[in-house]
């Protein structure tokens, strides 16, 4: 709970901060989604430590720390910032090129490298210690996913209402941002501090055996199935691990070939890792047949869910965009009768940041409720399978953005809609979260033979890399007055409905295609469910 609230406190206010002190729209959103793509890269390395060395519970107290670190440095980035912007009519905001803010630029880089190399070693760690609390075959996982996916939203929910109040700046005082920044470092010392005071007395088995330690070295080299049974010990060559490395070279090269800024080699690299982690995994000769054919599963979702997340990510950019410009955010109360004096009322103007808050409100509030829901059609053998759940929740978001498709058609550029539009956007969005991210994390830690499974929860999470890569480059299409329209596959993109329309396209695309393919998933569980 704390560490989200580290996390949803910056994001709420990072690309406001960025363009209201130091960059465009379109490079902000480009730097955003290479941020949000490193974080959910980064698991890989941690899972790994974790699995071969380390353990959970040293990894996530080693990455707390790092993240810690990374939010002081963006406080202090706000802390030295120089207002740089002004105002222009045709253009909207613009950088003035006499204004040095490179001390606070690095700064932010430094703090940005800092949150990216720490979470990845703390999230995925934290999501594999919820597996390991139950049996291995315990079918109350998905619930406790659900449950976990509530507990961890309350901080996200609580984020944006502090972080983005006390760090509450804009273009004419960007340096107010640091407070924001400020709070959710101290979020991540109490996290770490939790954690260390709490995890002797919780973090054990149902049969008393703590879990997180470093794994021991039988543990490390034996081979174990689905039920931790011991097998044949089976070696490598190293041509496996040459060869990925020529490969990821090969593919970074090709992806950046016709690429000129830092952004777009970021985007190389997650797209070449992408492709190689799973095809270095999926080679291990230790693995059986049945082990393959479920990590096979973990991949074909992961592929899917990327449509889902780079639609769902859109609430860092373009949403906190068209939130700031054309959604309606003061509320009036009164004068209630025509008898009573219009100066008496009361005029309340929404921060741009509290609407941040609303996907996890709605996670706290409903996620009981899906917990409960499948739990009772469990016990009556109606449950559905994981693949559907998450069509099912792919498909929802295609809703919701179709809904404010239709609403935007037609809206002008000096016009605003109500904020319900926007709340029930995000509303049917958490729906479809529900039914998707915790079900996919207890997927994995149900799929996952043990020896990998902190390796596969980062592949799954390489997953949300990907997605937020594509999300920040669909954020630069978002329309801006006085600037030439762009273009996708042909589409142009000229006012906010074209641009929502393309999330309707994409994961429409998407969830027909996962709806069609669930028996073929369902057969190649093999039992696991």
């Not at 809904?403 to 049917?428: C, N, P, Q, R």
């Amino acid at each position: 709970m704390a560490e989200r609230f580290s996390y949803y406190g910056m994001r709420s206010i990072f690309t406001l901060y960025l363009i209201a002190a130091l960059f465009s729209k379109e490079f902000s959103s480009q730097l955003y989604g290479s941020f949000t793509g490193l974080v959910y890269l980064t698991p890989l390395l941690g899972g790994y430590i974790a699995d071969r060395y380390w353990g959970n519970r040293k990894s996530i107290i080693f990455g707390g720390i790092i993240m810690a670190i990374g939010q002081f440095l963006l406080a202090a980035s706000a802390a030295f910032v120089k207002q740089s912007i002004f105002a222009n009519p045709l253009t909207g905001a613009e950088i003035d090129p006499n204004v040095d803010n490179s001390l606070s630029i690095w700064l932010m880089f430094g703090g940005l490298a800092c949150l990216i190399f720490g979470n990845g070693f703390f999230k995925p760690n934290i999501s594999t210690m919820v597996g390991d609390l139950y049996e291995p075959t315990d079918h109350r996982k998905d619930s406790a996913f659900t449950i976990f996916y509530m507990g961890i939203n309350v901080g996200a929910f609580l984020a944006p209402f502090i972080c983005g109040t006390l760090g509450n700046g804009n273009w004419s005082d960007p340096s107010a941002f640091k407070w924001g920044f400020f709070c959710a470092g101290c979020a991540m010392i109490i996290s770490i501090l939790i954690f260390v005071l709490l995890k002797d007395k919780y973090l054990v088995t149902p049969d008393g055996k703590e879990i997180g330690y470093a794994p021991s070295k039988d543990e490390v080299h034996h081979v174990h199935d689905a039920q931790v049974e011991e097998a044949p010990q089976v070696h490598n060559s190293p041509i496996r691990l040459i060869g990925s490395i020529v490969l990821a070279v090969v593919l970074f090269y090709l992806f950046a070939r016709n690429n000129t800024s830092f952004n777009d080699y970021i985007s190389a690299a997650v797209y070449s890792l992408g492709i190689v982690m799973p095809i270095f995994i999926i080679t291990d000769k230790s693995l059986t047949k049945d082990e393959m054919s479920r990590i096979g599963v973990i991949y074909i979702i992961a592929i899917f869910v990327i449509f889902f997340w780079s639609a769902f990510e859109q609430a860092g950019t373009a949403l906190t965009y068209f939130a700031e410009e054309q959604v309606e955010r003061r509320l009036t109360f009164g004068p209630f009768t025509e008898h009573q004096n219009p100066a008496s009322a009361f005029s309340w103007t929404m921060p741009t940041s509290w609407f941040q808050a609303v996907n996890p409100i709605f996670v706290v509030a409903f996620a009981p409720v899906f917990a409960k829901m499948w739990e009772y059609l469990g016990k009556r053998g109606k449950e559905p399978a994981s693949p559907v759940k998450q069509a099912i929740g792919i498909g929802l978001l295609t809703l919701s953005y179709l809904m404010i498709t239709v609403v935007t058609h037609g809206l002008g550029g000096d016009e605003k809609i109500s904020m319900f539009w926007l709340i029930a956007l995000y509303g049917i969005m958490t729906f479809g979260e529900l039914s998707l991210s915790p079900i996919g994390l207890s997927m994995v830690n149900k799929l996952s033979p043990a020896r990998l499974a902190s390796l596969l929860m980062g592949v799954w999470f390489m997953s949300n890399a990907i997605s937020n890569i594509l999300a920040g480059t669909f954020a630069t299409l978002y329309p801006e007055p006085g600037k030439a329209p762009k273009s996708i596959c042909g589409f142009e993109v000229a006012t906010i409905s074209d641009f929502f329309l393309i999330f309707v396209v994409v994961s429409g695309a998407a969830c027909i295609a996962l709806f069609a393919l669930c028996p073929l998933i369902k057969k190649m569980m093999r039992g696991i469910e």
